[in-house]
């Protein structure tokens, strides 16, 4: 599926999604924003994948904040408070990917773009891509979910700082807060660091990547402990009684001869 600004190819069970609006810095607008969620909502139904990539198109910029031009006619509470909803429900449905969702951070990410980039799994950054939740330089806060995302990742103290404070992180001080999985070097291609982050998930298969999402979801969600085993204990199940788990096992058994 492909639009005039989100475009999507698979490609060795990797599902590649590019919002494609360079010019605007990939900003987020309403209809970019729906189309998220209708393309994460259809691919849940792909149980041919092992993990999705989103990236922005172009180097600057993975993602701007919302359209700020378009969102500036949303005036009254009600107004806002829908505009968040829907965008909610379009991160949600990255959040609720049945596979790991890696954000291919190609450029900088601030605003709502940040928010969009903690929504995902895991972020990989090119090396010059920094990340910013600053909202605050708006006079405005997270919307999105973002901002818990941001806490679970970095904890509650470092967050509220990064918040409070607007600060755009470069790729090192991303890394070293645990924003960032992994950061390109200077003189490496970023799509070679996007394939050697997906490498080692390529030789899964979906049944088991579906099986680790969902507990990572459920822990996620902050489910109890008897949920979060009830699910694991199904996935398990599902995984242990598909052809690809006996014939695992049957190659890793010892040979028979002699």
């Known amino acids: ?44 139904d792909d149980d041919t994948l092992i993990a999705v990539v989103l990236q922005g198109a172009g180097e600057k910029t993975f993602a701007a904040g919302g359209d700020l031009r378009e969102l500036a006619e949303l005036r009254t509470a009600k107004e806002a408070e829908n505009m968040a909803g829907d965008a909610k429900a379009a991160f949600n449905a990255i959040r609720d990917c049945p596979v790991p969702v890696i954000a291919a951070m190609n450029g900088n990410a601030f605003g709502g773009g ?16 920094r990340i910013g939740f600053v909202q605050g330089r708006l006079a405005l806060a997270t919307a999105w979910g973002g901002g818990p995302d941001l806490l679970d990742l970095v904890g509650r103290a470092r967050g509220l ?32 660091t996007i394939e050697k982050f997906l490498e080692p998930m390529r030789k899964q298969t979906p049944q088991s990547m579906r099986a680790f999402k969902a ?44």
């Not at 404070?165 to 799509?191: C, K």
């Open 1 to 44: 599926m492909s639009t005039d600004q989100i475009h999507t190819e698979t490609r060795e069970r990797v599902l590649y999604v590019t919002i494609d609006r360079a010019e605007k810095h990939n900003a987020l607008s309403l209809s970019i924003l729906d189309t998220i969620r209708t393309t994460f909502t259809d691919a849940a």
């Open 114 to 129: 940040a928010e969009l980039a903690v929504s995902c799994d895991f972020r990989v950054a090119a090396a010059h891509a």
């Open 161 to 192: 700082r990064l918040l409070a404070t607007s600060e755009m992180l470069s790729p090192a001080q991303a890394l070293e807060t645990g924003l960032y999985d992994t950061v390109a070097a200077d003189s490496e291609a970023f799509s070679q």
């Open 215 to 258: 507990v990572a979801s459920s822990h996620r969600r902050k489910d109890t402990r008897d949920e979060m085993h009830r699910i694991e204990t199904a996935m398990f199940v599902k995984t242990w009684v598909h052809d690809d788990h006996w014939e695992a096992a049957e190659r890793a058994l010892p040979s028979k001869k002699g």
